[in-house]
């Protein structure tokens, strides 16, 4: 079944403690793509690959990273995170950047 | 900078009854519009791609357009498992990034 998977799907974590989120998808889709969705703030974009070892920023990447060493896989590592990166996260991932298949989100709590 | 509205934020109807929802844009070059469904706690689901103006999409109940300003998602005698909310966006010719618009949440009563 072609699908995109995240973990955890639930995370509730203290301020400063590293964290990663993992996403994988099996349909060897070249573009992945990390959103956060926050009430009243709609789906906005973190960071975004074009294809392996290819990383940019999108709309709100402040304290996040990203790494695409392998094409399926595109971790979400918050290295230091704080109590406004309390949010549900989505992993994504197209043939391009146009029709998104999205993972089934992370829902991430920091204290 | 790309701009996407949706409105309503919010719209309720009684089962069977047609309405539309809106979604404005605001971009140099349009190269694609998108529309995705939204269910509580999952992840968005892809509804259609819509290219030109004047193009128009079917799907069930669903039928979207598109103009070169706005775009309307027609929903036709929906059902209570039609409740959701909808999102809209676009990606411009020079861009690789999807831009959001907040969505509009629907509720279908039976």
């Known amino acids: 079944e072609a699908q995109v998977t995240q973990n955890p799907r639930y995370l509730i974590t203290v301020t400063g403690k590293k964290l990663t989120v993992t996403c994988s998808q099996n349909?060897?889709?070249?573009?992945m793509s990390w959103y956060r969705q926050d009430p009243g703030l709609g789906l906005r974009q973190i960071y975004y690959s074009m294809n392996v070892e290819v990383t940019d920023k999108g709309d709100v990447p402040e304290g996040y990273k990203v790494s695409r060493k392998e094409k399926r896989n595109f971790p979400l590592i918050l290295e230091s995170p704080s109590p406004n990166q309390t949010s549900l996260y989505f992993c994504a991932s197209s043939r391009t950047s146009g029709r998104l298949f999205f993972g089934p989100g992370t829902r991430l709590t920091v204290l | 900078e790309d701009q996407v509205t949706q409105s309503p934020e919010a719209l309720r109807l009684q089962e069977g009854e047609s309405s539309s929802l809106n979604c404005s844009y605001t971009?140099?070059?349009?190269?694609?519009l998108f529309w995705y469904r939204q269910d509580p706690g999952k992840g968005p689901e892809f509804l259609f791609t819509l290219y030109s103006a004047g193009e128009e999409k079917e799907k069930e109940r669903l039928k979207a357009t598109l103009t070169k300003k706005e775009s309307f998602l027609h929903i036709t005698a929906p059902k209570p498992e039609d409740s959701a909310t909808y999102l809209c966006?676009?990606?411009?010719?020079?861009?690789?990034?999807?831009?959001f618009g907040e969505g509009t949440q629907l509720t279908v009563n039976p």
């Open positions: 971009v140099s070059g349009l190269r694609g």
């Open positions: 349909m060897n889709h070249e573009y």
């Open positions: 966006a676009v990606i411009e010719t020079s861009g690789s990034r999807l831009t």
